[in-house]
């Protein structure tokens, strides 16, 4: 291998076992011309990187939110994504040095150096996206129901109008939410390598 660049510490899953990483974790590296991975208790996996990534990467929000961000690496050959957890190991006595974030912007700069841009998403997948957006969607869809038996029922001419402006800045608000979580979840191509940053969560391995 090249010189090692950004690196993350990621949880193992039965896809990075089958793979032959042994461990609780798994380092990801990476260098100039590959992705690698090296199991905590033995094992490793070297991925070609460009151009032999079918898809760049797709950095999940759904995990930003839930404080378990996910990358999904699309590997060349391979129909289903690469799945990796990222997370902090306070026992890595490289930590310091290991930085999720840098290490989902480096890929993506040199993917989009190659013009692969439209490799590179953020978001969750459209399933997801859209069965929460839906659920996410019920309490407005029930307030803007709210605001409008407000307008219909026969109040005083105070209370009438006190009803109606809570109710509807419920709804409008509950509406916002709505909006934003699908803006948030549904994957999109990343366009500018700054638009990266409005996807990754504030962490480092340190």
Sequence with gaps: ????????????????????L???TVAV???ADVV????????????????HLRTACRNDLGGKLSRRPELRLYLQGEPQPLRLFPQRDPADVAAASR???????EVAARLASGGGFAR???GSGKVWAAISTVLVSLPAIGMV??????????LPHAERWIARSFTAIVAVAAIWLAAWWWREHW?????RLTDLDRALPVMNEG
């Design 29 to 31: 590296v990476l260098t």
């Design 145 to 154: 129901g709210v605001f409008a038996s407000t307008v219909l029922l026969t």
């Design 187 to 191: 994957p999109r191509r990343v366009r």
């Design 1 to 20: 291998m090249s010189k090692f660049g950004p690196s993350f510490i990621a949880a193992s899953t039965g896809q990075l076992k089958r793979l032959g």
């Design 22 to 24: 042994r461990g609780d």
């Design 99 to 105: 930085s999720y974030p840098q290490f989902v912007r």
């Design 120 to 122: 590179i998403e953020t």
């Design 36 to 51: 690698g991975f090296i199991g905590a208790d033995g094992g490793d996996q070297p991925d070609p990187i460009c151009p």
